[in-house]
C-alpha cells in the first residue's frame, strides 16, 4: 500500500480543511481507536464515541491519515480551549501507514505554528508516544486527575513563553466563555420547547423573576459569593426549565436559597425544586435545633418565661405557648393533666409534632403587694402542626368546654385569633379543623354552624365572610338533598367549589362537566366513574363516606425489608411481628412504579352475605369487573402515605407468616398510631365480613 506524501503542507491553504467522515472511515477511526493497546482499555473505550466529533470539529490541525486507496490508518484530532493554544486531544495509528509518522512532528508543528498557535499541549495517555514527543520539546508540567485515572499534562511552547499565571488565566477565561456559551444555547434550547399557548407568558415570568434576582444577587456582598456572566447564564437557564413545569416561584425563599449555598449557579446541573427543598431542609433544622434548645431550657420562672402569642380583645385573657419541661410541668400540676406527667409531650414538641398551648387569666397587679397576680392557666390545648388540628382543648380535670362557661366568648376570639399567628417554620396556625370530642358539651343543630357571632343557618352562612366557625351540626347529603344545597354545604365543609349541576347522585346523571359524585358504590359503577377524569370528588354519602381511589407512587427509599420499617418508623408509623414476617417476604420494584387503587367493601363486590379469601381473591372473577391483585409492596408503601386510621385490606396473594398460617397486610390506625399490620388471616376458605374494605388494582 502506497502512502501520500504527507500529512500537513506548509504553505497555508486559503481554507481549512473541515473534516466529513463516511461511515467506513468512522468504522476504521473505531477500530484504531480500540485497538491501541498502549492505552488502558477503559480509557479507550470512553473516547471512542468523542473521537470522530473532534475530527468533525473543523479544528484546522485535524487529519484522517489514509492510504492511497483510501483505507483509514490513523488520525490527529485537536480543539482549542485557549486562543491560540491548541490541545491535541487525540493521536492514533494501527501501525500500517507505510511512512514513518515521527519525521512528520516537525512538519507538523512548523505547521501549527504557520497557523497561528503559540502553544501546543495534551494529556499523556499513552507512556510510549510521551517518550517519543519529550525528543521534540514537549514538557510536562503537572499530573492531572481525570476520570479515575491520574495522567500527565505535556506542552510546548512554539514561540516565546507566557508566565504560567497568564496561561492559566487565559485557559481559564476560554473556558468560561465555552461554558457560558453552551449554557446559553441551553437556554435558548429550553424556550423553543415551551408550550406553544403559554410561551410569551412563561418568557416573561422567566425575564421578571430573572430581572428581579438579578438586581438582588448583584448587590449582595457575601465574600465567598460570585455573580458574574457564568452564573447569570447559569440562573436563566435553570429558571427557564423550571418555568417549563411550574407557573410561579417564590422569590424571596430562592434568594435566600441561593446565596445560602452559591455554588448552585457554578454549574448547570441541579434543579430549582430541589434547591428549594434543600434549603427548606436547612431551615427546618435550624428551627429544629432552636425548638429543642428552647424545650430543654430549665431554671426559675424569671429565665424561663412562657411566650405570649396574644391577649383576647377584652383584655382578660392570652394564649402562651408552653416551651419546655418546667413549663409543661406547671400546667399539668394545677390544671391535674397528663401534659407534664412523662416526657412524651415535650419530645414531641422537641420533634416539631405538636404545640402545648395554655389559655390563661392576664394577670393583675396586687394593690397590696404590688405583685402580678393571678397569671393561671384555664383550658389546655394541643395543636398537631403536621395536621393542623386541635387534637386536645380540655379544662381542669379533663373537663371539656361549654356554651355557659364565663370566658367563652373569649375563648373563641382566641381561636379565631390563633389562625393568624405563625409558627416556627413561618405557617399559619390556620387549623382545619377542632377534634369534634373536644367539643362534645357543645350542641349544635342539623344542618346549622355555630360561629363566633352565635348559631346559624348554613343557608344564611357565607363562607367568604371569614367568620370563624368553631363546630358543625351534623350535615349529610343524601340523594334527596337538592343540589344547590349540597353545592353549599360542600363549599361549607370541605371548601369544594362546584357548581349544582356538576353534582351526579346516579350514574345516568354524570356529564363530562360532573365534578362530584355522590351515590352507590361497585365496580360497576367506578368502570363508568373512571372514564370522565373531571369527576375529582366523590362519596357514597357527604361527608362521613368519601369513596377511595388513590395514585400511589412508589417512594425511591422503600426497596427492602429494612428500608421499609425505616421509613415507617421515621413517619411515626408501627409495624407489627406478623407485619415484619409479611415484609420480609414482600418483592419490591426495582424502579418506581405507579399504582392506581381502588377500594370496594365485600358487599360492593358482590358478595351481601360475605365471601370467603378465595371467592375475594379470584383473578377470573376480578378481570371481570376490571380489578387486580395488588403486589404485596402496595401495603407498606400505601401505610407510608396514608394518613388515614380505618381498616383497609391489601387484596394480595397472602403470605405465609411464622405460624404458617396464610395472611394479607392490613392498614389501621388507633390511639398508639398508624399501624402496618399482617395479621388479617386469610386462609382460603375463611369467610370475610360483608362491610370488610378490601384495596384492589385499577386493571389498565
Not at 256 to 285: C, W, Y
Not at 452 to 464: L, M
Not at 474 to 501: G, L, N
Not at 506 to 525: F, H, I, Q, R, S
Request: net charge negative; glycine share 6%; with cysteine.
Amino acid at each position: 500500500m502506497k502512502s501520500p506524501e504527507t500529512i500537513y503542507t506548509l504553505a497555508q491553504e486559503k481554507e481549512v480543511p473541515h473534516l466529513s467522515l463516511t461511515p467506513e472511515q468512522k468504522n476504521g477511526v473505531e477500530r484504531i481507536t480500540l485497538g491501541i493497546e498502549e492505552v488502558d482499555e477503559m480509557v479507550r473505550r470512553m473516547a471512542n464515541g468523542d473521537v470522530v466529533k473532534t475530527l468533525e470539529n473543523g479544528h484546522p490541525l485535524n487529519r484522517l491519515i489514509t492510504t492511497t486507496d483510501g483505507k483509514t490508518t490513523g488520525y490527529i484530532a485537536c480543539e482549542d480551549f485557549v486562543s491560540h493554544e491548541a490541545y491535541i486531544k487525540y493521536f492514533g495509528t494501527s501501525g500500517e501507514t507505510g511512512r514513518n509518522l515521527l519525521k512528520e512532528i516537525p512538519v507538523f508543528l512548523a505547521y501549527a505554528k504557520e497557523r497561528g498557535y503559540a502553544r501546543l499541549n495534551f494529556h499523556g495517555w499513552n507512556e510510549r508516544l510521551n517518550k517519543i514527543l519529550t525528543r521534540y520539546g514537549f514538557e510536562r508540567v503537572r499530573t492531572d486527575n481525570m476520570a479515575d485515572f491520574a495522567v500527565d499534562f505535556y506542552e510546548k511552547s512554539l514561540v516565546g513563553r507566557k508566565t504560567s499565571e497568564e496561561i492559566n488565566e487565559e485557559r481559564t477565561r476560554a473556558f468560561e466563555q465555552k461554558y457560558t456559551k453552551k449554557v446559553e444555547q441551553d437556554y435558548e434550547r429550553t424556550l423553543a420547547v415551551l408550550p406553544k399557548e403559554m410561551k410569551e407568558e412563561k418568557e416573561r415570568a422567566i425575564e421578571r423573576t430573572y430581572e428581579e434576582l438579578s438586581r438582588r444577587l448583584s448587590i449582595h456582598t457575601a465574600e465567598d459569593f460570585q455573580f458574574d456572566d457564568r452564573q447569570k447564564a447559569v440562573l436563566k437557564l435553570k429558571l427557564a426549565r423550571h418555568f417549563q413545569q411550574n407557573n410561579s416561584l417564590d422569590q424571596d425563599s430562592l434568594f435566600d436559597a441561593i446565596t445560602e449555598t452559591p455554588k448552585f449557579i457554578n454549574t448547570d446541573k441541579g434543579s430549582l425544586h430541589r434547591l428549594l427543598e434543600v434549603h427548606q431542609e436547612k431551615t427546618l433544622i435550624k428551627i429544629a435545633e432552636i425548638r429543642k434548645k428552647r424545650a430543654e431550657v430549665k431554671g426559675g420562672e424569671a429565665f424561663n418565661p412562657y411566650e405570649n402569642l396574644f391577649t383576647t380583645q377584652s383584655g382578660n385573657y392570652y394564649i402562651a405557648r408552653l416551651l419546655n419541661m418546667p413549663h409543661l410541668e406547671e400546667e399539668s400540676e394545677y390544671m391535674d393533666n397528663c401534659v407534664g406527667t412523662s416526657d412524651s409531650y415535650v419530645n414531641r414538641i422537641k420533634r416539631g409534632e405538636i404545640e402545648i398551648l395554655s389559655f390563661r387569666n392576664v394577670p393583675k397587679v396586687n394593690p397590696k403587694t404590688g405583685k402580678l397576680e393571678g397569671d393561671v392557666p384555664i383550658i389546655t390545648i394541643e395543636y398537631d402542626l403536621k395536621t393542623k388540628e386541635i387534637r386536645q382543648m380540655k379544662k381542669y380535670k379533663d373537663k371539656y368546654l361549654l356554651p355557659n362557661d364565663p370566658y367563652f366568648a373569649d375563648i373563641v376570639d382566641a381561636l379565631k385569633q390563633l389562625r393568624t399567628t405563625k409558627t416556627d417554620t413561618d405557617e399559619l396556625r390556620n387549623f382545619t379543623k377542632i377534634n369534634p370530642s373536644e367539643l362534645r358539651d357543645i350542641n349544635v343543630r342539623d344542618y346549622h354552624l355555630l360561629t363566633e357571632a352565635g348559631e346559624v343557618s348554613f343557608r344564611d352562612f357565607n363562607p367568604d365572610s371569614g367568620i370563624f366557625v368553631l363546630k358543625y351540626g351534623e350535615m349529610e347529603i343524601t340523594q334527596k338533598t337538592p343540589k344547590i344545597d349540597a353545592a353549599k354545604i360542600m363549599r361549607i365543609m370541605e371548601d369544594i367549589r362546584i357548581a349544582p349541576d356538576g353534582i351526579a347522585y346516579e350514574l345516568d346523571e354524570v356529564t363530562k362537566t360532573t365534578k362530584a359524585y355522590l351515590g352507590p358504590w361497585n365496580p360497576t359503577v367506578f368502570q363508568t366513574i373512571k372514564q370522565y377524569p373531571n369527576i375529582i370528588h366523590l362519596y357514597e354519602s357527604f361527608p362521613d363516606k368519601k369513596i377511595f381511589i388513590y395514585t400511589l407512587e412508589t417512594d425511591p427509599a422503600i426497596t427492602s425489608p429494612e428500608t421499609a420499617e425505616k421509613v415507617l418508623t421515621d413517619k411515626g408509623m408501627g409495624v407489627t411481628n406478623y407485619g415484619k414476617d409479611l415484609l420480609s417476604q414482600t418483592e419490591w420494584s426495582k424502579s418506581k412504579e405507579t399504582y392506581e387503587l381502588v377500594q370496594f367493601t365485600v358487599a360492593q363486590l358482590g358478595f351481601p352475605n360475605g365471601a370467603t379469601t378465595e371467592e375475594i381473591l379470584d383473578e377470573e372473577n376480578l378481570k371481570k369487573l376490571g380489578l387486580s391483585l395488588c403486589p404485596a409492596e402496595v401495603g407498606p408503601h400505601l401505610r407510608a402515605q396514608y394518613k388515614g386510621s380505618d381498616l383497609k385490606f391489601i387484596a394480595m396473594k397472602p403470605i405465609t407468616d411464622r405460624d404458617g398460617s396464610p395472611n394479607v397486610f392490613n392498614l389501621i390506625g388507633d390511639d398508639g398510631g398508624l399501624w402496618l399490620r399482617g395479621d388479617a388471616w386469610a386462609k382460603p376458605d375463611f369467610r370475610w365480613n360483608p362491610v370488610s374494605q378490601f384495596v384492589f388494582v385499577s386493571r389498565k
